[in-house]
């Protein structure tokens, strides 16, 4: 905000209310970025969806993909390999109920994802093999021939 020197007979031309939006701006602003990845901040929630974290690791021979799937089995994703791209679909549903003598608390958690990956061209999708262990789903992308790449040898000149 910048201080302006007084003027008389100015001061009824200003538009106070201007001043009061730009300032609620700012906040918003700062709330927003202070709130940003909170769970619980209420358009975050509403715009984005759960996706499972996923790492992907580029090996000599191979391309492995790591996605965390808590609470789901094997029963629950669905992987496809289709125009390059590795697909992880799923759907989460999960309730906890937790009964004492004072205290009752229900929670449920639902959703379906989706997590697209491309993948190199020169791999062998027919060879794609994948498992699922404690909550992580380990996918193994064997590469081609053509895809390992061949060392060259650097002659001295």
Request: proline share 4%; with cysteine; net charge negative.
């Amino acid at each position: 905000m910048a201080i302006e020197r007084w003027r008389h007979g100015l001061a009824l031309h200003r538009q106070p209310f201007r001043e009061l939006s730009r300032m609620e701006k700012e906040m918003e602003e700062t709330f927003d970025h202070w709130f940003r990845g909170w769970p619980l901040h209420r358009r975050e929630a509403e715009t984005s969806g759960w996706a499972p974290a996923v790492d992907v690791v580029d090996r000599k021979d191979e391309v492995v993909l790591r996605a965390d799937l808590p609470g789901l089995t094997e029963k629950d994703i669905d992987l496809t390999f289709e125009d390059g791209n590795l697909i992880i679909r799923g759907e989460r549903k999960e309730e906890k109920e937790t009964k004492e003598e004072n205290f009752y608390c229900s929670e449920r958690w639902f959703g379906s994802f989706s997590r697209t990956m491309p993948l190199p061209a020169s791999v062998e999708a027919e060879k794609i093999n994948a498992t699922f262990k404690e909550g992580v789903l380990e996918v193994h992308i064997p590469k081609s021939k053509e895809a390992k790449g061949k060392k060259i040898e650097i002659k001295a000149a």
